[in-house]
T-cell receptor, first 111, second 121 residues
């Protein structure tokens, strides 16, 4: 059974810092992996999707990498801003099934 | 990008009543939709997989008679919480899978609705 783990559970950084969020999964037979952002009481915002054949995806200050063989993905946020404060969720997609989510990393960026 | 809507966005009801939540894919056809539930400060937990024209598949521990799912068309799935109780209060989120990539997104990508906040008094 696929399990997704995110470390750390919470992270507090000052504005301007670069940071890395980690995601690991137990079954490498995935179709793709997505990173989402969730603000308190709100729905999900898709940030990046990496297909299993890809190594990384970039969008603005965000860069996500995927190492399928080792079951790991990282989300790199450059020059963090207070507006980046949210919970970041990692989810894997195995063909034919729903997304399986990690428990998330709650990020707080102070000004 | 593909858009998935949910209605209502929030609902407050009395214990014992039933509540219906709609999930629509607005610009693509979704043969498969998923229903998730999220309790405060927890991650999303899959409740059921809804396939157009067939019965939903429920995850272990989810009562199918309490959470009725109907997926009558390629763009609409509904979740009905029957005889709701305070412990059913939660954030319910649906997603729709774009198998063919017709939405312009990646093949097999899932798109999420904005969620429905259910509060049962």
């Amino acid at each position: 059974k696929q399990e997704v783990t995110q470390i750390p559970a919470a992270l507090s950084v000052p504005e301007g810092e670069n940071l890395v969020l980690n995601c690991s999964f137990t079954d490498s037979a995935i179709y793709n992996l997505q990173w989402f952002r969730q603000d308190p009481g709100k729905g999900l915002t898709s940030l990046l999707l990496i297909q299993s054949s890809q190594r990384e995806q970039t969008s603005g200050r965000l860069n996500a990498s995927l190492d399928k063989s080792s079951g790991r993905s990282t989300l790199y946020i450059a020059a963090s801003q207070p507006g980046d404060s949210a919970t970041y969720l990692c989810a894997v997609n195995q063909a034919g099934t729903a997304l399986i989510f990690g428990k998330g990393t709650t990020l707080s960026v102070s000004s | 990008g593909a858009v998935v809507s949910q209605h209502p966005s929030w609902v407050i009801c009395k214990s014992g009543t039933s509540v219906k939540i709609e999930c629509r894919s607005l610009d693509f056809q979704a043969t498969t939709m998923f229903w998730y539930r999220q309790f405060p400060k927890q991650s999303l937990m899959l409740m059921a997989t809804s396939n157009e024209g067939s019965k939903a598949t429920y995850e272990q521990g989810v009562e199918k008679d309490k959470f009725l799912i109907n997926h009558a068309s390629l763009t609409l799935s509904t979740l009905t919480v029957t005889s709701a109780h305070p412990e059913d209060s939660s954030f319910y989120i649906c997603s729709a899978r774009d198998w063919g990539g017709t939405s312009g997104g990646a093949p097999n990508e899932q798109f999420f609705g904005p969620g429905t906040r259910l509060t049962v008094l």
